[in-house]
């Protein structure tokens, strides 16, 4: 399967700098065992669950939501938009 090519460019390398190509390759592989392994349906679940949990259960039942939530803004270098 050919994939088309993208190519990133920025104005201000030093303060947006474009991205790094072995860490979209890495994305790109993380992706695809995601998605065989069929873990891509729980995953947008727990993005769901973030979006419309208000509290945390008091039986820890949440806990799953909670630690997925972190976890992505952890990653993501910032808030998830849940809880403030």
């Known amino acids: ?10 104005t201000d390398p030093v303060n947006c700098p474009v991205p ?3 860490l979209l390759a890495l ?5 695809k065992v995601a998605n065989l392994s ?3 349906p729980y995953i ?3 993005d769901q669950d973030v ?3 208000n509290a945390l259960a008091c039986d820890g039942g949440s806990v799953d939501v909670l630690t997925h939530a972190l976890m ?3 990653l993501m270098g910032g ?5 403030g």
Request: glycine share 6%; hydrophobic share 40%; proline share 6%.
């Open 27 to 31: 994305h790109a592989a993380c992706a």
């Open 1 to 10: 399967m050919n994939l088309p090519e993208v190519t990133f460019t920025t």
């Open 38 to 40: 069929g873990a891509v």
């Open 44 to 46: 947008d679940a727990l």
């Open 79 to 83: 808030s998830t938009g849940v809880w």
């Open 72 to 74: 992505r803004s952890t």
């Open 51 to 53: 979006e419309d949990l």
């Open 20 to 22: 790094s190509p072995e």
